[in-house]
Structures are given as C-alpha cells and as structure tokens.
C-alpha cells in the first residue's frame, strides 16, 4: 500500500505542472483624432442701414433716422453705416476672438480694425443670411457655434478718413483664421464739399433810378471728383455799405438794402405758403407795370434792390412763383445756412412753387441740385433807388451748397 501511494502522489505532482491553455487573447493601439481648424463664416443679414448724423439734419431726416436721401456712395463725419451679421465656428463659438468693422484700400481680411461688433440676442437663423456651407444651407439654430452680431461703422473725422475707402464686417477666431462678409462696400468717406463761383458781381457808374444788369456769374458744384456728392443750392445776401468815411444816401441812409423787409429770417417761415402774397414776395426792382402802388425805384428804401435770373438745364427762375415778368427772384437775408432755407432760399424753385424731384424719399426741385462739375449760371439785376451816392461795395451774397 505505500508503494503504491508514493507512485499516486509522483504521478499528482507532474499533473500539477501541466499549464492551462486559454481560449481568447487581446491587445491594443493609441488613437490620434485632429478636428479641422474650421475657419470662420459670416454672413450679412436682414438689416443694413446709413444713419443720420446728429449735427446738422437733412432735408427730411434728422438725428440718427435712416439717410434716405443719399443715394450716392459718400458719408461725412458721424454718419453711420451699420449692419447685422451671423457669425459662425463649428470649433465652437468661443473660438471666435472678435467681430470687427474694418476700413482698407482693399476688400478682404486684415485691413484696419475700426469697431468692434455687439452680440445681440438671437434664436433662429434669418432667411435672409442665405447662410451654407458650399451647398448645404443652414436652417437650425445652434448656440454652440452660431451668434449674432450688429456692427455700427461710424465716419470719423477727416484728420483719420478721408478719401475712398473699402469697408466690411470680419469675424476673426483664436486661433488666427478669420473670414469677411461677402458684401465689402465702397464708400468716399469726408469729401470736400466746395462751390465755384466764376466770374464778378460788379455795377459800374448806374444811375440812380434805372435798372442794370450783370455779367453772368457760374456757381458750381466743386466736389472731390468722384465723390459723387449732389449739392442742393441757395442763395442769401446782406445789405450793402460804404466802407469809407463819406456822404453816402441811398436813399434815405448810408445803406443800399438787399431786399424788403419780407425777407428777413424773422419774416420768412418754413412754409411754401410764406411766398404766395405777390406784393410782398415777388421781385418788386422795377415792376411798376404790374404792380399799381409800385414807387420803386424813386425813393423807395424798403424794396428789393438786388434780384437774380438763373439756368440748369431746361430749368430757370423764369417760372418760378417768386419770379417778377423777366423771370428774376428776390434774395433773402442770411449771413449762415438755416433750415428755412430748404423753403425760402433755394436758387432755382420750379414752378408751382412745390418740388417734385424725388431722391431717397425726399423731395428737391428739378434744376436746383447739382452733380460734380455741373454749374447754375446767374444773372443779378439791380434797382438802384434815386436819389442815391456812395461806393456800396462792402457786404455779401452768399451761395450754399447742402449736400444731400
């Protein structure tokens, strides 16, 4: 029995030596997952708007009401351009360091950083943002990697923009990629606004109690070249004087008058119906044919003295409604621009007195606003009073160009 235990237990510890095989077996490798470096979009939306400045008001717009009445591609200090554009980073929105409106001699990214940009609040994408992605449009909102933004380009003086400019909205992202707006705009930011005047307003040994008349004077508009800017013209004066120590009278005291008292700013309105009365608003030098009453140029000292003729095109003063038989009109009294003059002052009024050449919203009268280089020719009549001495030769006529 021993013998054969001991042999049991020899045979136990070679089983016991044995190794188990197993019936599966594994392993393993690194992954390396990049994203794309997605570049920005941006896309320009369903708002765009020229803002009035708050400094000198339009015609029929004022302190930062949309500028209708610029139809032409210039803007002038504190006048505005703003727009509302969807910016987009499928990184992830915060990826996006700044939306900015730029300024530069050219389209595309990295001109000059001038504004920065407004988040505003949104929750859907506008159908006008026609945002996609090469073909596939955006529909579904997602905060994730979408926001909205309003951009307020304002002009600047004249000191740091002048000139022609390239102007857009760009989203830039952290990571230095960046992206503009399609729509880059072209803009001639703080032209000069001029007027010429060729030729002189000189009367030469008149006699007192008649009627003469002057050379014709060219006022044109004499804006930067390219500018584009439309000027609406007028006119106003002062009375006249004798600069030296003298006996001057003309004809009761050492003044000749522009016109009558009705054209004074505290006589004129902002009403067209401020120049219906014929007596007191038509041109009175030398209309004793019409007008009964009329002692004119016979010691007459207020009356209008000084009236003018002027041409555009197939326009003139002829039929205007301020106009005497010759087709010349009174000048009002005015040493600077006043909004009354947008009815009382303009150089050429068409007839029927009521503009009615629409720009943007507002109305102007036909022959009265001029293109770059585009000229009024003017003709001055004066009704010199008897009696009456003296050189009158120190005061104004003034003529203003207003740019729409």
């Not at 503009?180 to 307003?201: H, I, Q, R, S």
């Not at 003709?379 to 009073?385: C, D, H, V």
Request: glycine fraction near 8%.
């Amino acid at each position: 029995m021993k013998k054969l235990f001991g042999i049991m237990t020899a045979m136990l510890l070679i089983l016991s030596v044995i190794p188990v095989i197993a019936v599966n077996t594994g392993t393993g490798i690194g992954i390396d997952i990049t994203p794309e470096a997605f570049a920005p979009r941006i896309w320009m939306c369903d708002s765009r708007a020229v803002l009035e400045d708050c400094v000198e008001e339009g015609r029929v717009t004022n302190c930062a009401t949309s500028l209708d009445e610029r139809i032409e591609n210039y803007a002038f200090e504190g006048e505005q351009i703003q727009w509302d554009v969807l910016v987009m980073d499928k990184n992830k929105i915060e990826q996006i360091q700044e939306v900015v409106g730029t300024i530069g001699s050219s389209q595309g990214e990295g001109n000059d950083i001038e504004v920065e940009c407004r988040k505003i609040v949104a929750a859907a994408i506008p159908l006008s943002c026609n945002a996609r992605i090469d073909e596939q449009p955006l529909t579904v909102w997602d905060s994730d990697v979408m926001a909205m933004y309003t951009c307020t380009f304002t002009v600047e003086t004249p000191d740091s923009m002048y000139g022609e400019y390239f102007l857009t909205a760009e989203a830039i992202g952290a990571d230095g990629l960046s992206a503009t707006m399609d729509e880059n705009e072209y803009w001639f930011l703080n032209p000069t606004v001029a007027l010429k005047v060729d030729g002189d307003l000189t009367f030469s040994d008149v006699r007192p109690g008649s009627v003469s008349y002057s050379d014709t004077l060219l006022v044109g508009n004499d804006a930067d070249e390219g500018s584009g800017v439309l000027l609406d013209m007028f006119i106003s004066g002062t009375d006249f004087y004798d600069p030296s120590p003298s006996d001057a009278k003309c004809p009761t005291s050492n003044r000749l008058k522009l016109s009558q008292d009705a054209r004074s700013q505290a006589s004129l309105g902002a009403n067209l119906a401020s120049r219906v009365n014929v007596s007191t608003n038509d041109c009175n030098v030398d209309t004793a044919n019409i007008i009964a009453t009329f002692t004119g140029l016979s010691g007459v000292d207020n009356n209008d003295h000084l009236c003018y003729f002027a041409t555009n095109g197939a326009y003139s003063t002829l039929t205007d409604g301020r106009a005497d038989p010759e087709g010349y009109v009174p000048i009002v009294y005015s040493d600077e621009f006043t909004r009354d003059f947008y009815n009382d002052a303009e150089i050429i009024v068409e007839g029927g007195m009521a503009p009615s050449l629409s720009i943007g919203g507002g109305l102007y009268h036909h022959g009265n606003v001029l293109s770059p280089g585009a000229e009024q020719a003017i003709t001055f009549k004066l009704g010199l009073p008897e009696p009456c001495i003296g050189d009158f030769s120190a005061g104004q006529i003034y003529f203003w160009g207003e740019a729409i």
